[in-house]
C-alpha cells in the first residue's frame, strides 16, 4: 500500500493501481494444499487467487483501507510437483470438480475456479 508520493522498498514487476479515497479490497480465494518434492515430499497451504500474489495499491488520500477476502473454503485445488524435473513432467493440479491438468503452470487456474464455483464450463 503507497500512501505518498515516495517509492516503495520492495515492488512487484506491475504498477501499482492508483485508487481516490477510501479502499475496499474485496476478492475471491481459494485454499490450495501443494505438495512439492525436494528430497522428501513438502506439503504446503496457499492461497489461489487472481493475478500477481502480491497486492499493490496506491491511494494517497485514503482514510480507510478494509480487506474483505472471500474464501471459497469448499472448493479445493491440489497441486503435486514431478519428483523428476525433467522435460514433459508438470505440476499436477486436481481441481474440486474432479479433473486434473498438467499444463506446465506453476499456480492453478484461477478462472477455471472461478468457472468450477459458479457451475459454468472453465
Same mark, same amino acid.
Given at each position: 500500500?503507497?500512501?505518498?508520493?515516495?517509492?516503495?522498498?520492495?515492488?512487484t514487476?506491475?504498477?501499482?493501481?492508483?485508487?481516490e479515497?477510501d479502499?475496499?479490497?474485496?476478492?475471491?480465494?481459494? #485454499?490450495?494444499?501443494?505438495? @512439492? !518434492?525436494?528430497?522428501?515430499?513438502?506439503?504446503? $497451504?496457499?492461497?489461489?487467487?487472481?493475478?500477481?500474489? %502480491?497486492?499493490?495499491?496506491?491511494?494517497?488520500?485514503?482514510?480507510?483501507?478494509?480487506?474483505?477476502?472471500?474464501?471459497?473454503t469448499?472448493?479445493?485445488?491440489?497441486?503435486?510437483?514431478p519428483?523428476?524435473?525433467? #522435460?514433459?513432467?508438470?505440476? @499436477? !493440479?486436481?481441481?474440486p470438480?474432479?479433473?486434473? $491438468?498438467?499444463?506446465?503452470?506453476?499456480?492453478?487456474? %484461477?478462472?477455471?475456479?472461478?468457472?468450477?464455483?459458479?457451475?459454468?464450463?472453465?
Amino acid at each position: 500500500m503507497i500512501f505518498d508520493d515516495n517509492l516503495p522498498q520492495q515492488r512487484t514487476m506491475y504498477p501499482p493501481k492508483k485508487v481516490e479515497g477510501d479502499l475496499t479490497i474485496s476478492k475471491d480465494y481459494y #485454499p490450495w494444499v501443494d505438495r @512439492q !518434492f525436494r528430497g522428501t515430499y513438502e506439503t504446503q $497451504v496457499r492461497l489461489a487467487g487472481e493475478g500477481d500474489i %502480491f497486492l499493490s495499491y496506491k491511494a494517497k488520500s485514503a482514510q480507510k483501507v478494509v480487506f474483505e477476502p472471500d474464501l471459497h473454503t469448499k472448493y479445493l485445488v491440489r497441486s503435486v510437483w514431478p519428483q523428476e524435473q525433467k #522435460p514433459g513432467s508438470y505440476i @499436477q !493440479f486436481t481441481y474440486p470438480d474432479g479433473s486434473v $491438468v498438467a499444463d506446465g503452470k506453476s499456480r492453478p487456474s %484461477f478462472k477455471k475456479l472461478q468457472a468450477i464455483r459458479q457451475g459454468r464450463q472453465p
